[in-house]
């Protein structure tokens, strides 16, 4: 049932999307919603899904389709109606370049390089993973130390095994579903290591993927050095301080064949900075409006290229809204552009979109930089709302109404989360 | 937190970690000779039933691949149709990674059916579509 990437590029597309993941399929569904008729998604994996196809366990889909569906079965949702709706389809294609003129250059294995015009495009390109020279590990450069996600893409989609002891580093739910998944294939998990004092990811996680396996979590701790010459023989780990800081004194050495860093994604940004979008430093994704439109004109950005998300239903939900713009870039049928700037204040690490206009409701997402337990959520003085449990790891998110400002004449709003006396 | 489990006489007291929300509370239920005598720590009915049932009768959904031959991919998603007891998911993926199937494949093929006799089947997460290299 899956289809087969299109033979024949058409020239010229109403959109294109760049990426074909989550983010993707919802932009391009976005789009044919809102009259866009030739619409493209272009992949450089050999099939449309983005990280769902090797996201196998399940917790997609609660919000989206009220059902509980796994990775794998989310993407074939996206795809049949991807297809229903006469969305064309090039698989194992990369981007090279958009220009001035919103050509895009792309490179395939089946049609060469090729160069079609788009009258808008969407970035939905995902995200990548954090690498051992992000944190600077001491030690030898040896083989066996691999990304969570890449071991992921390893075992799942691939079929082999990245060793047979392993140690991971970061309690970030990525981690945590590497836990129990090389354990269900046998490999022996000696521990997670988690440099903050609390873990990362879902209690749902520490339960099922680490306590239902009695695989150790050692919070405050982090691996200070790699040893082995050809192969990874094992770590050390050492405790930090309050200030993150290791307690060489105190560390210890692990044995593995296997070190696995889980220590987050950034934006796949590359496409982005090339176009020269103006980028916002907190998210590394590129500064976007109510209408997911970047700094240049029909080009348009959704889903973890703009900021990294923690549920795909939300990542579907600000897709869709991206295609339909771009559609109504498309159609001559644009809304009324931005007049408010949205700034991050106390305790806000950043806000997407950021910038809102007053004549329609918006979804802003946003994350904490600390956690609270009760706390207060204040847009500039016009709106206030108390919010339960609020941490980093979790994005929040906010309807922002039309009536909140009625009254409000100002350039700029600032966004505090704040704890409730 | 540990799942720990202290001894006094015939009772005992439990401790789970909750999943239903962020809150995370830290439940407890107290047995007596193995009947629940107490449950503690919830602050909402979904806490409360969490603990009962992880006690008494804990159960997961199973998520993870087979070997496919002549896929698109060399592994096939898979899962459960329904939760199974807690104990039995190890037995259930080692008797899976000796299962091999061929493509094509479409969602929600059995891969394994009756698992252990619980009704339960394994089931494909995916189409797998045949490789046409």
Known sequence: ?421 | MNQTTETTTETTISHYLCIGCPLGCRLEVEADNGHIVEVRGFTCKRGEEYAKQEHTEPRRMVTTTVRVNNGIWAKLPVKTTAAIPKEKVIELCQQLRQVNVTAPIHIGDTILSNVFDLGVDVVASRDMPTDQN
């Not at chain 1, 703009?306 to 001559?332: C, K, M, P, W």
């Open chain 1, 1 to 421: 049932m899956i289809t087969e990437s299109i033979k024949h590029l058409n020239n010229n597309y109403d959109v294109v999307v760049v990426g074909g993941g989550p983010a993707g399929m919802a932009a391009a569904l976005g789009a044919k919603e809102s009259g866009a008729e030739r619409v493209l998604i272009v992949d450089r994996e050999k099939e449309a899904g983005g990280i769902l196809l090797q996201c196998i366990h399940p917790g997609f889909g609660l919000q989206h389709f009220k059902e509980e569906l796994t990775g794998p079965e989310y993407a074939q949702r996206f795809l049949e109606q991807a297809i229903a709706k006469d969305i064309d389809i090039i698989a194992d294609a990369y981007v090279l370049d958009i220009d001035g003129d919103r050509r895009v250059k792309l490179m395939s294995g089946s049609q060469g390089v090729q160069v079609i015009s788009a009258k808008a495009t969407v970035l939905a390109m995902g995200a990548r993973e954090r690498t051992r020279g992000a944190i600077r590990t001491p030690g030898t450069r040896c083989s066996g130390v691999l990304t969570a996600g890449l071991a992921q893409r390893f075992v799942n989609l691939l079929g082999f095994l990245p060793g047979n002891k392993a140690v991971i580093l970061g309690s970030g739910d990525i981690g945590l579903i590497m836990a129990r998944r090389l354990t269900l294939e046998g490999v022996e998990v000696a521990g997670v290591f988690e440099i903050m004092p609390h873990a990362n990811g879902l209690n749902r996680n520490i339960v099922q993927c680490l306590q239902d396996f009695n695989i150790p979590l050692y919070l405050s701790t982090t691996v200070v050095e790699i040893h082995g010459r050809d192969r990874i023989e094992g770590v050390t780990v050492a405790p930090v301080n309050e200030h993150l800081q290791p307690l060489a004194d105190q560390s210890w050495y692990v044995p593995c064949d296997t070190l696995l860093l889980s220590i987050g994604l950034i934006p796949e940004n590359e496409l982005s900075r090339q176009l020269q979008l103006r980028i916002d430093p907190v998210t590394s994704g590129p500064v976007v409006s109510s209408t997911m439109e970047t700094s240049i004109n029909g080009v348009f950005a959704c889903g973890n290229v703009v900021h990294i998300h923690d549920l795909v239903d939300f990542v579907s939900q600000e897709a869709i809204l991206a295609g339909r713009n771009a559609g109504f870039y498309v159609t001559g049928n644009r809304p009324p552009t931005d007049n408010i700037r949205l700034i991050p204040g106390e305790n806000v690490a950043y806000c997407v979109p950021q910038t809102i206009s007053s004549d329609r409701e918006h979804t802003v997402y946003m994350r904490v930089r600390r956690p609270l337990k009760e706390s207060i959520l204040k847009l500039g003085d016009i709106y206030e709302k108390k919010l339960r449990y609020v941490f980093p790891a979790e994005m929040v998110n906010l309807k922002v109404k039309p009536r909140f400002l009625q009254n409000f004449h100002g350039e700029a709003l600032t966004i505090d989360i704040l704890p409730l006396e």
